[in-house]
């Protein structure tokens, strides 16, 4: 479900989205983006009451997580009402083409229901490798969750935005983008480090021409954010993931 929020002069201020299957969170917490929080502290305190008790009811015994962009009002009125900040993600833009030097040779491919699962595993072996960068335990949530995996590619899938990167008969990665924001790039963990993201990139910046380039890393990712700078891809600015204390960081990803 979702509800959205606007200011006292009508402005769009997000949309608070309820998924509580968001990559294994089901029985933790309810997952609530605000890509536009409010700019004032009292609009801030008015949305958290709001949070906790209308939509709180639906799920009274389960922790929100509260995704924002990072400013000291977002932090100050969050860390008052019992949050805290589990991940901070930085956006890049890339205007110009990838300095980069140019990859090896890929197929670039559309979806192919054959394939899934061989998409499948490749997301959630990537993915668990990032989770072990940054000191959380493995979790191969594509896998252990293959419906909820499809239904987040579907839209991409239907409006041509999916892409798949072979050499030869090997998967080494995937991405899919919403016109000109890259939603997910992942690379096989068994490819990483030999020019596919480089060649993927450039693929990327081809099939979206004339516009720049958007995308999220988490800040602890600090080797993806090295790779994209290498590229050429400049900060803007950075949010978080906020959520209730006390949460053992460690049981978000079971294994």
Known sequence: SARIRRNTHQQLLGAIL????Y???EELGCYISLPHPPSEPSEMDDLLEEISSHIGCHWPDRKFFLHMKLDPITQISLEAAGYELGFGFRQFRLEKHPT????PVIDIRPFEEQCLSEYLSCWARGYEGLRRRIDLKP???ALEHPQSAR???DPFIASGQFRAYWHGNQLVGLAWHKENFIENIVIHPDHQRQGFGTAIME???HTI???PLFL???LENTEAIRFYEKCGFHALNDSGLFWQQPVNVSSLFPC
């Open 203 to 205: 693929d990327l910046y």
């Open 23 to 25: 990559e294994g969170m």
């Open 18 to 21: 309820l998924d509580p299957n």
């Open 216 to 218: 999220d890393v988490v």
């Open 209 to 211: 021409s004339g516009e």
């Open 139 to 141: 979790y191969l949530w």
């Open 151 to 153: 239904a987040e590619m």
């Open 100 to 103: 980069s030097t140019k990859g």
